[in-house]
């Protein structure tokens, strides 16, 4: 993107399939689910310009806002001669695939989201902190432990042992890359505001034709689960997975059935009848 190189895991044979991270995430979220999902395709997750592996560059052109990420996507596509993809969106990502079924409905074969943001304004204050007191979450992560990360990850699932090894190690380690903070923050300032997420794509959900799968935590603790039954409700012919015991990280609590149901659903006739 703009000549900036970026950290795609690039898994597995077959048609391919994109998997969006979440915000101050990586394409490591994805740990659990890669492995399974690419026997069945080739699976395609990229950390995002300020994210993970990636070059988290400064400046005007780079705004971490719902555009520039949107962008990366269509133009790391282009790059990998990819006209149309099934793109699955976690948290975050969900609001990025969004954007593109919307705006550029012939870019997206499909579309799955799991833990979407985007789909109403209510997100968990610990989320707008990023927007609303910045300087104390910039001293907070420059200050962060693998143990103050592990109790982060912890927080988000409603099993905690469920959080991937190694997870809040890496975690720890990417934050102390340089202008990792400032791209998080710069990123949360345009995503979320004091009265919650910035960008609800509520009003225009009846107008995507696309085929979609919507999985969510029952007990969701960053974005109500009210938001995905309303998602069912609008998109035309969605599917609804709402998996019980389960907070914000379904790709880590249950790891397997996320990817046979994602397997499954993008393999299914394209005039599969809702379930």
């Known amino acids: 993107m703009d000549g900036l190189s970026c950290h ?21 979220e994805w740990s659990k689910v890669i492995p399974q999902l690419s026997t069945r395709f080739r699976v395609l997750a990229p950390d995002a310009p300020g ?30 001669g990819i006209e149309r993809i099934p793109v699955v969106g976690m948290s975050a990502g969900g609001a990025i695939a969004l954007n593109l079924a919307t705006a550029m409905p012939d870019r997206v074969a499909s579309l799955v989201l799991v833990s ?19 300087p104390f ?7 962060s432990t ?10 988000l699932c409603f099993n905690p042992e469920r959080i991937p090894d190694g997870w809040a190690e890496r975690r720890v380690e990417s934050w102390r890359a340089p202008g990792a903070v400032d791209a998080f ?31 969510w935590g029952r ?14 409700r609008l998109i035309p012919g969605s599917t609804l997975h709402i998996y019980d ?3 914000h990280m379904p790709i880590w609590e249950y790891p397997s059935d996320v990817s046979a149901r994602i397997a499954d659903f993008l393999s299914a006739p394209v005039n599969a009848a809702k379930s």
């Open 8 to 28: 795609v895991i690039d898994s597995g044979q077959g048609e391919p399939v994109l998997l969006l991270h979440g915000i101050g995430g990586s394409a490591e």
């Open 51 to 80: 994210h993970g592996l990636s070059p988290k560059p400064s400046g005007r052109a780079h705004p971490y806002d719902l555009a520039y990420y949107t962008r990366f996507v269509l133009e790391l596509l282009d790059a990998l």
């Open 116 to 134: 979407s943001a985007g789909l109403g304004t209510e997100v968990a204050w610990s989320y707008r902190l990023g927007s609303i007191a910045p």
């Open 137 to 143: 979450v910039r001293f907070g992560l420059h200050r």
């Open 146 to 155: 693998a143990a103050s990360t592990r109790s982060f990850g912890r927080a």
């Open 185 to 215: 923050l710069a990123t949360a300032r345009a995503t979320i505001g004091w009265s919650g997420q910035r960008h609800n794509f509520v009003h225009c959900l009846r107008e995507i034709s696309h085929r979609t799968l919507i999985l």
């Open 219 to 232: 007990n969701d603790p960053i974005l109500p689960v009210a938001h995905a039954t309303r998602a069912e």
């Open 245 to 247: 015991k389960c907070g």
